[in-house]
């Protein structure tokens, strides 16, 4: 069945690599390694965040590795380039696809054309919702990222000392992620008691979801948002902390703070937490700006999603150590869920001494 895949696979990345040339696009589709194993197709969903460069090489290498093709893309934020790249891989043929979807409503149509060609799908970091043809999904405790998030906060500023009141706002990522849900659930858990105590008071009012959202998790929405709420709710107060889910955000929410005039004696920044530890927010957090990243090491969960694939297509059955927990609507989907760890100026050094980082790139 792989000979036969694979001999199509290739006929059809050919015919797909011509048609790419010839639409000047083949800049965002890249072929590596021998497809003797079969051809895995990668769907990432952007390129303007760090993390996602990391996930999609670290896919490759680890599916070659194994002796699998793979064809990575990314979607550039767009849903809709994001269902036809995933429409162009089935044509090619692959073996199993690997999706991080951009907006988890919007591959019901394209993943029935996986199904209908018996291609595994696997929901990558984010899960695909609203369909049964998903198989696996492998992410980090999701949740678990939303109360370090908060626990961070909650230590910063002494809240189980009964210290406060404090002024916080809170940013979420975007609305259309699975993800952001989680981050902000687990979030919320921690710190609505200290709401209620009123330690913690939000002088914008926007405490419900969907008025935090950030779409596509873009740093200069977030910037926009916190400069309107600071003109608007803040006059002489000043804001004690900020909840962000991502290292994107948590660095637009910083730029407005310091165009405000924060990063002063008379105005500190905020206690400021993000996710993803991306580099710019560690030399941040090094510099005393953001507070707190989560570090996920994408790479384990590349490694995870690759020995999956593996599995699936020499007929073994995937090691699984959550089930349950994630239904998509249609379905519970099975996942292998990794561990995150919070960082923060005290234990960045973890990010060294995993070879996530150099020590040089943290100078
Ligand atoms: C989420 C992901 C986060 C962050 C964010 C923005 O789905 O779990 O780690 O990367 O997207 O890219």
Redesign the pocket.
């Known amino acids: 069945m792989f000979n036969r895949r694979a001999t199509l696979a290739g006929a059809a990345a050919l015919a797909l690599a011509l048609t790419l040339t010839a639409c000047g696009q083949n800049s965002e589709v890249s072929s590596e390694g021998s497809s003797e194993g079969g051809t895995v197709g990668i769907a990432m ?2 390129r303007a ?1 760090e ?2 460069l990391t996930d999609g090489k670290s896919l490759v290498e680890d599916l070659k590795g194994d002796g699998y093709k793979t064809e990575l893309v990314y979607g550039d934020d767009d849903p809709k380039a994001q269902v036809s790249q995933i429409g162009n891989l089935i044509k090619q043929g692959v073996d199993a696809l690997i999706i ?1 979807a951009i907006d988890a409503k919007s591959l019901n149509g394209v993943l029935q054309q996986a199904a209908d060609a018996d291609i595994p799908v696997i929901s990558y ?2 899960l695909i919702l609203g369909t049964k043809n998903v198989d696996y999904y492998v ?2 405790d ?1 949740e678990m ?1 939303g109360r370090l998030e908060a626990r961070h906060i909650i230590d910063k500023l002494g809240l189980e000392e009964g210290k406060g009141p404090f002024n916080i706002e809170l940013f979420a ?2 609305p259309d ?1 699975n ?1 952001t849900k989680y981050f902000f659930e687990g979030s919320m858990a921690l710190l609505q008691p200290f709401l209620d105590s009123k330690q913690l008071v939000v002088p914008s009012g926007q405490t419900k979801l969907n008025q935090v959202t950030t779409l596509r ?1 873009d740093g200069a929405t977030a910037q926009k948002r916190m400069s309107g709420i600071l003109t608007e709710w803040y006059g002489s107060k000043q804001v004690d902390a900020v909840l962000s889910p ?1 290292d ?1 955000i948590s660095r637009g929410v910083l730029s407005a703070l310091t165009s405000d005039g924060y990063d002063s004696d008379s105005k500190p920044l905020p206690v400021i937490t993000g ?2 530890a991306e580099l710019a927010s560690v030399r941040s957090i090094i510099a005393g700006q953001q507070s707190q990243t989560v570090y ?1 090491d994408v790479r384990l969960l590349a490694r995870a999603a690759a020995e999956m694939v593996d599995d699936i297509l020499t007929g073994r059955t995937p090691r699984i150590d959550n089930t349950g927990e994630y239904n998509n609507g249609v379905k519970v989907v099975r996942a292998v869920l990794l561990q995150p760890t919070t960082v923060d100026k005290t234990n960045y050094g973890v990010l060294v001494s995993d070879g996530y980082f150099t020590a040089d790139e943290l100078k």
């Open positions: 969903p952007t965040s993390r996602w991080a970091d984010r992410s980090f999701n990222v990522g975007s992620d993800n998790w991502y994107g996710q993803d996920k």
